[in-house]
């Protein structure tokens, strides 16, 4: 905001003949151009140049002054002599004279005119004296007077009926206000005029950012809400809520799944599997199959923004579906809420129970395919175990009957029994042979007959050794028959463990599964609506409004900026 300058005021001293002139007599001194400055810088403006016209050529001819000389002169009072009547030519005396700042200014433009060098306005009185120029006389102060659109130099023969300014006013005449102004009327009526200047601007500008407000904001959002009061077909919207529970016992399970089977956490995954089956492509075929969700949006009397062409394309009818559709789970809660909008309430109540009995197909089939999957394969292992069960068992049979015997174990103890029995006989016939021979004349056949047992009880000896020999070595003898028998033994048992580990697991498997059932249970049942859901009218209005002033925004901020930046 521009507001006006303090200009400051300056007394002038008067002398006595002066102040004793009557008021309409005396002109008002108007303010020199020495004063201008100090006042207020000028403010230059070509409009007020323009309106000033030769009265401001005129005063600036003239040093600034309102009046013409003559004007001046009359309130000029003599200065006073020196006592031999002659002006004075000390600066002291001059000083002493009592010159008013209308005089010192006068001299200062004669002795610029006489190109004097003066230092101060009473050092221009003294040199001017000095030149024996008086600058208070009248044809002094006459010559400072310079005519505008003069093509003669000053002091040339005028043409007759010409007018030579300035020019004494009768006193008989009415006085009349001088057309000039005063510079400090001309800078407040510049400054007026830049103030009006601004305002025009202003007012220019607000009206062209009314008009673009209009356009892009006011425009939009009542077409906008033309739209929502006036063609919008009213929807109806059903609202139901549906839970996934788990039929688990109180203190079954254990560990972490122990310790989250009675919270929503348990069926966290399943609700969430619903909810997308809900939400996608395949529910919206299936429910256009059965209750003809296409047809009832391709309907006429829907307004062309909510209604479907002829023959939609899935894509087109699984975008309405989507925006008609809306399902949300809370994880706090563990509750599905599912809302169903349509143009009739009936229609969006049979919807919502339709996507119902989806969501319950759903879930029966999650439960049964989870209960197969967990029983098939505790199943799987135990068939397995069983098979190897059984080739072990084959295995071992078919051991025990290469080697004819059931017990080979049995048959080497007997060789080994047999060997030990037939040594002992044969150390009992070598005593015996021993004591016959310690005779000095033994009876030869009971010799004979020693010697023949113990050489018959080595040949035993020696076959029985030559068989257990045989019953050891190679891979078919008894001994190897034994470990292998041995290991197939342990095979049997350690197959016999894992059928019966796998036998449990089936029936923990099998309980487990019965437990982990899923089932959903409906909290809120859709009910048809009486009144319309949508549109919401005031807060889409509302809403549109908001949008369309963010957008502009946006656009008049990076418009400012581009354009900055293109000027800087």
Known sequence: MTTKPKAKKFRVRRSGGAAAQPAAARPVPPPSAVDA??????????????????????????????????????????????????????????????????????ARRIAQKNNLPATSDFDAVRQLRLKGIDPFQRANMLELVVQPNTAHPAGAPQAPGSVQLPQTVPSDKVSLPATELSPTERRNREIQQIQRDIARRRRRKLLLLGARLAFFVMLPTALTGYYFYGVATPMYAAKSEFLVLKAD??????????????????????????????????????????????????????????????????????????????????????????????????????????????????????????????????????????????????????????????????????????????????????????????????????????????????????????RMIDASAGENSLASLTVQIQMAQADLATRDMMLQSALQQVEQTRMEANRQVRYLTTAVEPVPSEEASYPRRFENTILAFLIFSGIYLMCSLTASILREQVSS
Not at 372 to 384: F, I, K, P, R
Not at 424 to 440: C, G, I
């Open 37 to 106: 400055p100090q006042a207020a810088p000028p403010v230059a403006s070509a409009a007020a140049a323009s309106k000033t016209g030769a009265g401001a050529t005129r005063a600036g001819a003239s040093g600034g002054a309102g009046t013409s000389p003559a004007d001046e002169a009359i309130s000029i009072r003599e200065p006073s002599k020196a006592k031999n009547g002659k002006p004075s030519t000390d600066l002291d005396e001059i000083r002493k004279e009592g010159l008013t700042g209308r005089q010192l200014r006068l």
């Open 249 to 466: 016992s109180a203190g079954s399970g254990g560990g972490l799944g122990g310790l989250l089977s009675g919270t929503q956490f348990a069926t966290s995954q399943d609700s969430i599997a619903v909810q997308s089956y809900l939400q996608s492509k395949e529910a919206m075929l299936r429910l256009d199959r059965e209750v003809g969700f296409k047809s009832h949006f391709t309907q006429e009397w829907i307004d062309p923004i909510q209604r479907l062409e002829d023959n939609p394309t899935n894509e087109e009818a699984y975008k309405t579906y989507s925006r008609n559709v809306k399902i949300g789970y809370d994880p706090t809660e563990g509750v599905v809420r599912m809302e169903v909008t349509a143009a009739n309430p009936q229609v969006s109540a049979e919807f919502s129970q339709k996507l119902i009995s989806y969501a319950q197909e759903k879930v029966n089939q999650l439960s049964v395919q989870k209960r197969s999957d967990q029983v098939g394969d505790a199943e799987t292992a135990l068939e397995m175990a069983e098979d190897k069960r059984r080739n072990a068992q084959e295995r071992l049979v078919r051991l025990q009957q290469r080697g004819t015997v059931l017990d080979p174990e049995g048959v080497i103890m007997s060789l080994r029994s047999q060997i030990s029995t037939f040594e002992l006989q044969r150390q009992e016939k070598e005593l015996e042979l021993a004591a016959l021979l310690d005779n000095a004349r033994p009876n030869q056949a009971k010799v004979d007959g020693a010697r023949a047992d113990i050489a018959r009880l080595n040949s035993l000896i020696q076959r029985l050794n030559d």
